[in-house]
């Protein structure tokens, strides 16, 4: 699987849109981007996950740029409660699991 | 219907002792996945695991650890003679098939003192 490289910590004012970046500068074609989050000490949450096309689903949005080296993930209203460490994983359909790096921990503040 | 069940939630253990650990995947699942995070690190993989079958359980220490997923029941994480190290959250996650539409439990928490 194609590593991935995220910003270590981010800060987000609440009610405003954090926008959270992934580089998979080595991803192949049949990869997948996936995010994943982990509110302290909970098992991870899946978000959302895409190929080419830009997807939105009630949680957010994800942006893959046209040659698939770098996506952004979109919490378009931050919250207290989206405080978390946001995972970006590149995943093959089958034969893989899911390998998680480091991560971005957002914090969104009062 | 229920997510992926794990219990319990936190377990205490005496150095020496074993811990078992299970974990019930989501209606329809037949794949089932075992992480472990150790304190204030991130998730490492373990195994993984189908019906009777173990497919990769390239994250498993060698020694102490083993895991099942029986035709029936659920799946168990079993560590003999536990250290202090072994101290941890095991996360267990669910999918439909290989590779697809992940769903994590709540984890249990494992002590040793």
């Known amino acids: 699987d194609a590593k991935t490289t995220q910003p270590p910590s981010m800060d987000c004012a609440e009610g405003r849109a954090a926008n959270l970046p992934c580089n998979h500068s080595t991803i192949s074609g049949n990869e997948y981007v996936y995010w994943y989050r982990q509110i302290h000490s909970q098992g991870p949450q899946y978000i959302i996950h895409?190929?080419?096309n830009n997807e939105t689903n009630e949680m957010a949005s994800l942006i893959i740029t046209e040659d698939r080296k770098s996506s952004t993930l979109i919490l378009p209203h931050a919250t207290l409660r989206d405080t978390a460490v946001y995972y970006c994983i590149a995943l093959e359909t089958s034969g893989s699991r899911l390998t998680f790096g480091e991560g971005t921990q957002l914090t969104v503040n009062p | 219907n229920a997510g992926v069940m794990q219990n319990p939630r936190h377990l205490v253990r005496r150095r020496g002792q074993e811990a078992r650990l299970r974990c019930s995947p989501m209606k329809g699942h037949s794949h089932v996945y075992w992480y472990r995070q150790l304190p204030e690190e991130g998730l490492k993989f373990m195994v993984y695991?189908?019906?009777?079958?173990?497919?990769?359980e390239s994250g498993m220490p060698k020694e102490r650890f083993s895991a099942e997923f029986p035709k029936e029941g659920p799946s168990i994480l079993r560590i003999q003679q536990v250290v202090r190290g072994d101290s941890a959250a095991y996360f267990c996650a669910s999918s439909p098939r290989d590779s697809y539409g992940y769903t994590f439990g709540s984890g249990t928490r494992l002590t040793v003192v």
């Open positions: 695991l189908q019906k009777e079958n173990i497919i990769d």
């Open positions: 895409g190929l080419k």
